[in-house]
Structure formats: C-alpha cells, structure tokens
C-alpha cells in the first residue's frame, strides 16, 4: 500500500490547523494581556480562552513536528538534495541552513541509522545484492563493493542496520550474517 496520498493529506491537515492558529508566541501574549483585566470572571474566562488557545498550538505544533520526523524517516538514504525541512519562519532566520552552527544543530539532529527485517535479498549474476527491508526501502550494493553476502539457511529472519558513514556512502550491516556491505537506497 501506498502511504504518499496519506501523508500528503496529513501534511494538509496539519499545515491548515497551523494556518487557523495564533503562534505559541501570540497565544502567551494573549494570555498575559488577561492578566490587566480588573474583573475577576472576565479575566478568568480570559485566561481559560488563552489557555486552550495555547494547547492546540501546543498539539498543532507536536503534529507538525512527528509529521516531520515521519517524512525524515520515510526518506532515509534517498539523497540530501531535497529542500531544507524547516523553512525560515522570520526574515532573520532566512539562509541561516547555510550557517555552520545551524548545520551541526541540524546534524545532531538527523537520524544517524535504522534497523528494519529483510523480507528479500536478490543478487544478481555479479554478485552485487539489492535488499528489500519490511519498512518498504530498497537498497543496492555499491558496484565498487566487492563484498558478497553468503546464504546459511534461507529459513532464518535476517535484519539490516543501515548507517550514514563519514563521507555520506551508507553503510549496511546484515546482522545475522556478519557481514556489511556499501549500499545507495533505490526506492
């Protein structure tokens, strides 16, 4: 099953509740006007508004930040060419990805590696395997990589750890036969 039209309408929901809210920032200022309200029921109905107002930034902002690290998952190893996730949210911030700081911020962040099952490993007359994982991805063996997975039993369940290495190759380790291997995602 196709997961894009999902997300795409998820992403839409979550970027429509964010347009229809005040920013955390505006919600506390609002709550911190109520405060200069003199009478007693007014500034507690006030408060209570400013309060819920808070919490569904608080929520819109949570969804729209799982959303991210779902689409961040989602698109492991298919090359970092894509636009910035986070776009610039004041004219200060705009071109501050360039920024060395920010882009270790960024690195930090970045998810370093992933484990999944193999459900399939094909290799092909060369030699050079291509491995589907159960999250869906599909990983090719580099041809420079002159490395080959040997099969025991084809019975036992196999799992893969795929890790960014230092020159940005990724690098995959099937567990159970000690072996790792040069790979690029494909799909």
Same mark, same amino acid.
Request: hydrophobic fraction near 40%; glycine fraction near 4%.
């Given at each position: 099953?196709?997961? *894009?039209?999902? !997300?795409?309408?998820? @992403?839409?929901?979550? *970027?429509?509740?964010?347009?229809?809210?005040?920013?955390?920032? %505006?919600? +506390?200022?609002?709550?911190? !006007?109520?405060?200069?309200?003199? $009478?007693?029921? %007014?500034?507690?109905?006030?408060?209570?508004? @400013?309060?819920?107002?808070?919490?569904?930034?608080?929520?819109?902002? %949570?969804?729209?930040?799982?959303?991210?690290?779902?689409?961040? =998952?989602?698109?492991?190893?298919?090359?970092? #060419?894509? *636009?910035?996730?986070?776009? !610039?949210?004041?004219?200060?911030?705009?071109?501050? %990805? @360039?920024?060395? $700081?920010?882009?270790?911020? /960024?690195?930090? =962040?970045?998810?370093?590696?992933?484990? @999944?099952?193999?459900?399939?490993? =094909? +290799?092909?007359?060369?030699?050079? !395997?291509?491995?589907?994982?159960?999250?869906?991805? +599909?990983?090719?063996?580099?041809?420079?990589?002159?490395?080959?997975?040997?099969?025991?039993?084809?019975?036992?369940?196999?799992?893969? /750890?795929?890790?960014?290495?230092?020159?940005?190759?990724?690098?995959? #380790?099937?567990?159970?036969?000690?072996?790792?291997?040069? +790979?690029?995602?494909? =799909?």
């Amino acid at each position: 099953m196709n997961a *894009a039209p999902f !997300a795409i309408l998820a @992403a839409l929901f979550v *970027a429509s509740a964010a347009a229809a809210q005040p920013s955390e920032s %505006e919600a +506390v200022d609002d709550a911190i !006007a109520c405060l200069a309200i003199e $009478d007693a029921e %007014e500034r507690l109905a006030c408060l209570e508004g @400013a309060a819920k107002t808070l919490q569904v930034t608080r929520i819109v902002r %949570e969804e729209q930040t799982a959303a991210a690290e779902e689409e961040e =998952k989602a698109n492991f190893g298919l090359g970092e #060419t894509r *636009a910035p996730s986070k776009v !610039a949210e004041a004219p200060e911030d705009f071109g501050d %990805e @360039a920024i060395s $700081d920010v882009q270790r911020d /960024k690195d930090g =962040k970045r998810i370093k590696s992933l484990t @999944a099952k193999v459900v399939e490993i =094909k +290799v092909n007359s060369l030699g050079t !395997a291509t491995v589907s994982l159960d999250n869906g991805q +599909v990983w090719r063996q580099l041809d420079s990589d002159d490395k080959k997975l040997h099969f025991g039993s084809r019975e036992r369940l196999l799992t893969a /750890k795929v890790k960014r290495s230092v020159f940005g190759n990724y690098m995959m #380790t099937v567990n159970e036969l000690h072996r790792t291997i040069r +790979v690029r995602r494909i =799909k």
